[in-house]
């Protein structure tokens, strides 16, 4: 999976992008760019990959990116089958922070928007009446055209402003290095590897090697820009995955273990426990009912 700098292509006679779109999410780019992003799930299953984060989303996530905070979200591979007949709905609403011109921001008025714009670096997973209210003003908005769509677009940063019915993604990545966007073509490298490669053994040497530093720096290196070290992450992509495969039930849990990655069952129980807080068995239970 390549990820890089996306240029939204947003079209001249508009300030913003809003798209419903019925397609199953492919995550094939993992990308950042200075468009702020709300994205709405209304079906879907898979995982993201938000700032250092790797979880699972569902049916009717909304999620707020801040600027140049990487992401992708990629459904679970079934929905790619020929005769599949699972149904996705997404819808995306991208916009800079100047739309409004340069100097909205410095409005007396607008004091709690620039405060909003930088608690979304952090990747915010929009909860309860708010994400209610917002959804619905997206369906007003993808249908809207002239000046009702900056009304709608307002409407919507000022419910996100004055709410508190969020939970944050990815505050690690945020603080740690967002401002250095170098740097994140050298992390793009490692997490496309991983990505690709946490069903078979990841040699420390190999990725220190893609990442142009000796083993030692390497790990000083990750630790430094993630807050984690490189093998709890990927540790974390590989558990995602169990926990996807647990979901659809159609293979072993010994299956899922060596596919993930894990070279022993007993390995496998204990980290699934750590980042879970369950067995494998408990999560594949509570998912079934």
């Keep these: 999976m390549k990820a890089h700098f996306h240029k939204v292509p947003i079209e001249p006679a508009k300030s913003f992008i809003i798209r419903f779109d019925p397609k199953p999410l492919t995550g094939d780019l993992w990308h950042y760019h200075p468009e702020l992003e709300l994205h709405y799930i209304i079906k879907g299953e898979g995982t ?82 708010t994400k209610s209210k917002i959804a619905e003003l997206l369906q007003e908005l993808e249908q809207a055209v002239s000046i009702k769509r900056l ?30 966007l170098s740097e994140m073509h050298r992390l793009e490298k490692i997490y496309s590897y991983v990505l690709a490669n946490y069903g078979s053994e990841i040699n420390l040497a190999d990725i220190a090697d893609l990442a142009n530093l000796s083993p030692s720096a390497f790990c000083r290196y990750f630790k430094t820009m993630t807050n984690k070290t490189f093998f709890e992450f990927v540790i974390e992509i590989r558990i995602s995955n169990a926990c996807r495969a647990l979901k659809e039930n159609k293979q072993s849990t010994q299956m899922i273990c060596y596919e993930c990655g894990f070279n022993t069952l007993s390995n496998f129980y204990r980290h699934f426990n750590k980042v879970t807080g369950m067995t494998p068995f408990a999560y594949k239970k509570q998912h079934q009912s």
């Design 151 to 180: 009304i709608l677009l307002l409407e919507i940063i000022k419910t996100l402003s004055e709410t508190e019915d969020y939970d944050t993604i990815s505050p690690g990545y945020a603080y740690s290095h967002l401002s250095n």
């Design 48 to 129: 993201q990959y938000i700032g250092d984060n790797v979880s699972n989303f569902s049916d009717g996530q909304m999620v707020f990116l801040g600027q140049n905070l990487p992401h992708a979200w990629r459904c679970k591979e079934e929905y790619f089958d020929k005769d599949s007949t699972l149904q996705t709905a997404t819808y995306v609403l991208q916009f800079h922070p100047t739309c409004f011109g340069p100097e909205f921001l410095n409005l007396p008025e607008a004091h709690s928007i620039p405060a909003l714009f930088e608690k979304a670096k952090q990747g915010l997973v929009i909860n309860g009446d």
